[in-house]
């Protein structure tokens, strides 16, 4: 039994790869190289935008940068007046820089340096704080505008999480804040979980409606809550998933690697995206009462949200050029042009499962000495580096026809943490480019540009 985890379908990028704009690019550019369809982004956020209008709740869609380093996502937030969340200097200059203003911006992470709090205090930023101490830092900043701050709460329901404020952290930093004589503007509570739960999202965003109303009490503004991101994104579809967790095994992959079932990213989700908001809204938070919809009207509470991956979801894909292949006892190893490090999930004991689709250079040319029998072709991926580890691909992918050099191998739907959050000039390999694709459906060619 073959497993198969093919991406769902999509008739915008199958134009694409049918172009012959790929194969041109991957000449062009020498290398490996990623897709950006801004497009996609667009239509994501509209869609959170939507499900916030359709519940009657103010909102504020806050992209989480570090998802993805190109340029041309801040672009889009700028242009369509959403804000991001940055959680390093760097990010904070870019968001500026490409026109995303300060009052729009998020600053989450650990720990914050004081140059990071400097320059988002002064920018008019909004500072999740998330320690007692950096709250003191914030406190002494002594610019001549009170920094805006929203408190991090730590998530009972994830006692693990080495994020937010501990309950009586909580209630100091509360008043502090409200002692601090108009030095700070505390405008509200936030978090941010690990996982997709929609229920625990609602349960905790109730919570810290009631928090606002006991802040508002001590005379602080604590008008809106950040439910951070998490929102999922569906790779696969349901039965193919549901095969592949009950069936894989360690002769699945090169090297009998075993890898735990749960320790995969759920590439299905039932729920997703947009959805998954529509859901926090819906659901009442502690199983009761009203929904978090009416919980955040009747309190007059802002919702803020941060989501990363759900915003990239199909906005980018990733493409290799294959450069060797060799067999191996009843499979194959296809080398490709760059490596697994531009397949982050590689480097967490996982694999990023969504299978890669082969673009042959001379479609229906079989290859020489091996007439093609019709069955499919199995091959681990191969990064080109020295190192033993370096698979973008462990699993024995089924490919219709053996791989040739030359041929393109496209991983999909990379935009969100896979393409580039572990990149490096490793081997003095370049990074690979990042092409900008705008309108790709308008015109019978798809024109291109770099992401600067
Ligand atoms: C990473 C992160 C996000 C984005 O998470 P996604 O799962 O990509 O939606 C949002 N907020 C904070 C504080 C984060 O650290």
Redesign the pocket.
């Known amino acids: 039994m073959v497993l198969t985890l093919p991406a769902h379908p999509d008739h915008v990028t199958d134009r694409l790869h049918t172009s012959g704009l790929l194969a041109e690019l991957a000449h062009g550019l020498g290398g490996p190289f990623h897709y950006l369809l801004p497009d996609r982004f667009d239509s994501n956020l509209a869609a959170f935008r939507t499900v916030l209008d359709d519940a009657g709740v103010e909102g504020r869609v806050h992209y989480?940068k570090?998802?993805n380093k190109a340029r041309v996502f801040i672009d889009r937030c700028a242009t369509a007046g959403a804000g991001v969340?940055v959680a390093s200097l760097g990010e904070l200059r870019e968001a500026l820089g490409h026109g995303v203003r300060g009052e729009d911006l998020v600053v989450?992470g650990p720990a914050k340096a004081e140059s990071l709090l400097r320059v988002a205090a002064q920018q008019g930023a909004l500072i999740a704080v998330d320690a007692l101490d950096e709250l003191d830092r914030v406190l002494t900043l002594g610019l001549p505008r009170p920094p805006r701050v929203l408190l991090r709460v730590h998530p009972a329901a994830q006692p693990n999480s080495r994020f937010g404020l501990g309950e009586e952290d909580l209630d100091e930093a509360m008043r502090s804040c409200a002692e601090a004589d108009g030095q700070v503007r505390m405008e509200g509570f936030g978090f941010?979980l690990s996982g997709y739960d929609v229920q625990q999202r609602a349960d905790l965003a109730g919570e810290l409606v009631e928090l606002c109303l006991e802040a508002r009490v001590l005379g602080l503004q604590a008008d809106r809550i950040s439910i951070?991101?998490?929102?999922a994104v569906d790779y696969v579809p349901a039965d193919a998933w549901t095969r592949f967790l009950d069936r894989q095994h360690p002769g699945d992959y090169h090297a009998g690697k075993e890898f735990t079932a749960g320790d995969f990213y759920p590439y299905h989700s039932p729920v997703a995206g947009a959805e998954a908001l529509r859901g926090v809204l819906a659901a009442r938070p502690a199983r009761s009462g009203p929904t978090l919809a009416e919980r955040l009207r009747e309190a007059a509470v802002m919702l803020l949200l941060?989501?990363?991956?759900?915003l990239l979801d199909r906005a980018g894909a990733s493409v290799f050029t294959v450069q060797g292949v060799k067999d191996r006892e009843g499979y194959g190893i296809v080398t490709v042009d760059g490596t697994s490090l531009s397949l982050s999930e590689q480097w967490f004991n996982s694999e990023y499962l969504p299978d890669p689709r082969l673009l042959p250079a001379h479609p229906g040319r079989p290859h020489p000495g091996r007439p093609h029998d019709g069955a499919p072709y199995r091959a681990s991926i191969a990064g080109a580096s020295c190192l033993d580890s370096d698979l973008l691909t462990w699993r024995k992918i089924a490919f219709p026809s053996r791989p040739q050099a030359g041929d393109l191998l496209v991983y999909p739907n990379t935009a969100?943490y896979q393409m580039d959050s572990n990149e490096s000039p490793f081997h003095e390999l370049p990074l690979p480019p990042k092409v900008v694709i705008d309108h790709p459906g308008a015109a019978a060619r798809p024109r291109w540009r770099l992401d600067h």
């Open positions: 989480a570090k998802a969340d989450t941010h951070g991101g998490g929102f941060e989501p990363g991956r759900a969100g």
